[in-house]
């Protein structure tokens, strides 16, 4: 794992980061408009769940974990909970545990942030990592 990495809370300020990243990862770039929309999760109490791993030397985004808040409803009971999302790191920065990093500090916050559980839906490449993290399936 590299120290060459400082992690930095999601912002409003940080969403043309997101947008690189996304574009790396995923061949699509989102528009701001179109990031703004996703991040907008106030209505649930908090906003911004999500961490970036950026780049030391040059406060480059390589990687992010995020989750995004709902509610979800057991037994009568509302609940709290998140949905992760959006996990990816720059293909440039693959391998030096940036995920783990990440994710990490997402559900520290989560937990502050009075989230109760995360779920998700994991690709083939996020997967293992989540399986790590000790996920149940």
């Not at 930095?8 to 043309?16: A, E, I, K």
């Not at 997402?106 to 993290?133: H, V």
Request: charged share 25%; with cysteine.
């Amino acid at each position: 794992m590299s120290d060459d990495y400082d992690l930095v809370r999601m912002s409003g300020d940080r969403l043309g980061d997101f947008s690189l990243l996304a574009e790396d990862a995923f061949g699509v770039k989102p528009t701001l408009e179109d990031n703004k929309n996703l991040f907008d999760t106030t209505a649930w109490g908090t906003s911004y769940v999500a961490y970036l791993a950026c780049k030391r030397d040059r406060g480059d985004a390589a990687a992010f974990y995020g989750i995004f808040p709902c509610y979800v409803e057991y037994h009568g009971k509302k609940y709290l909970a998140a949905q992760s999302g959006s996990t990816m790191t720059h293909t440039k920065h693959r391998k030096k545990g940036l995920f783990y990093r990440t994710a990490k500090k997402t559900f520290e916050l989560a937990r502050e942030e009075g989230i109760g559980f995360i779920f998700g839906f994991p690709n083939p490449t996020s997967y293992p990592g989540f399986m790590k993290m000790e996920w149940s399936h």
